[in-house]
């Protein structure tokens, strides 16, 4: 049963139990997806920005469709400023809600151009002044693109932080600081990457494979469909 985002869930979480926890899965999951990384495919921090920017409520794998022929079309922000926004608009379609993405890649590349010299800012105070950037897409960029560790909450992160109970937030940005205070610093972004691939090819969010999980063992909702 999914939650509302900002609702509460019904269990306490101690600080400590949740570090030893996270401590327990880190080196399964590390061992069990070798290869978590973003799926997002870009070659630069102005494509993983974009990328990002288009994957709102689409799949990676779409995105990395469209974006296969368009990153070699626009290959600079000056290039996503000078297309006409219906261009754009026709090259995006089918990620979903294409106009509102046109809009803020356009003005997006417009800031970057004209605040940051052309170049995707690299700290997250700079990024969240981009249309169409939040904390998340912020810190896909900068753990992606510039190697500065970032904990990336989208669904699968908030799904599965909530069942092994890391945490009794589902709002992103408080799940997000909650995370940081469990997770070591240096493993931010790549624990985010292991609970995605985990949620994406185990713990699915209608019936996760608890009978064949490798963390199954430090699971409080191993097995417990309430819990789900
Ligand atoms: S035991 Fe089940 S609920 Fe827990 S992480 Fe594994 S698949 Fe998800």
Not at 11 to 36: E, G, M, N
Not at 202 to 217: D, F, V
Request: contains cysteine.
């Amino acid at each position: 049963m999914s939650k509302n985002k900002n609702e509460k869930s019904n269990f306490k979480v101690d600080k400590s139990i949740a570090q030893q926890r996270v401590k327990a899965i880190w080196p399964i999951l590390k061992k069990t997806y070798p290869d978590a990384r973003t799926s997002l495919d870009h070659t630069n921090a102005l494509e993983l920005l974009i990328a990002t920017i288009m994957a709102a409520q689409c799949t990676d794998v779409r995105v990395n469709i469209v974006t296969k022929t368009l990153f070699k079309k626009y290959k600079s922000a000056k290039d996503w400023v000078e297309a006409p926004i219906e261009q754009i608009e026709q090259d995006i379609k089918s990620t979903g809600f294409y106009k509102n993405k046109a809009i803020n890649i356009k003005t997006a590349c417009q800031k970057i151009i004209d605040n940051f010299g052309g170049k995707v800012p690299d700290n997250m105070k700079d990024l969240l002044t981009l249309n169409g950037v939040g904390r998340k897409t912020a810190n896909v960029v900068l753990g992606n693109a510039y190697g500065i560790p970032g904990i990336v909450c989208d669904t699968h992160v908030i799904r599965l932080s909530r069942r092994l109970q890391l945490s009794v937030n589902s709002d992103p940005v408080k799940l997000e600081f909650d995370l940081m205070e469990i997770v070591p610093q240096k493993n931010w972004t790549h624990f985010s990457h292991l609970l995605v691939f985990h949620g994406r090819s185990i713990c699915q969010a209608r019936k996760p494979k608890c009978e064949i999980c490798p963390i199954a063992k430090h699971c409080p909702a191993a097995n417990n469909p309430k819990l789900w």
